[in-house]
């Protein structure tokens, strides 16, 4: 039976990317926070468009009509603003006291 891995392929490929860039650090905590950060901005910065392969004419076609992060696609609401939205993130996830 054949499955569809095309959402994990796509996760994996940008997690190579990260790995790649990782290679000969010695910092291991440094490592983990920037792969921590790159989650974050994965899951909820980067808009992403879904595509399927129609059966049809055996080519692949958007699936959705607009851009969402995964985060959006869960139902999750976070307004970051249209500008530092990373920045921002990291400040909802770390609050002051």
């Not at 790649?20 to 950060?37: Q, Y």
Request: one cysteine or more.
């Amino acid at each position: 039976m054949k499955r569809n891995n095309n959402c994990i392929e796509r996760d994996h490929q940008y997690s190579r990317k990260l790995e790649k860039n990782s290679r000969g650090h010695k910092d291991i905590d440094g490592i983990s926070a920037v792969f921590d950060l790159a989650d974050a901005y994965y899951n909820y910065i980067d808009k992403q468009r879904l595509m399927k392969k129609s059966r049809k004419e055996k080519k692949w076609i958007w699936k959705e009509k607009k851009w969402r992060t995964p985060a959006e696609r869960a139902k999750i609401k976070l307004k970051l603003g249209d500008k530092y939205q990373l920045l921002n993130l990291i400040k909802k996830s770390y609050p002051e006291d």
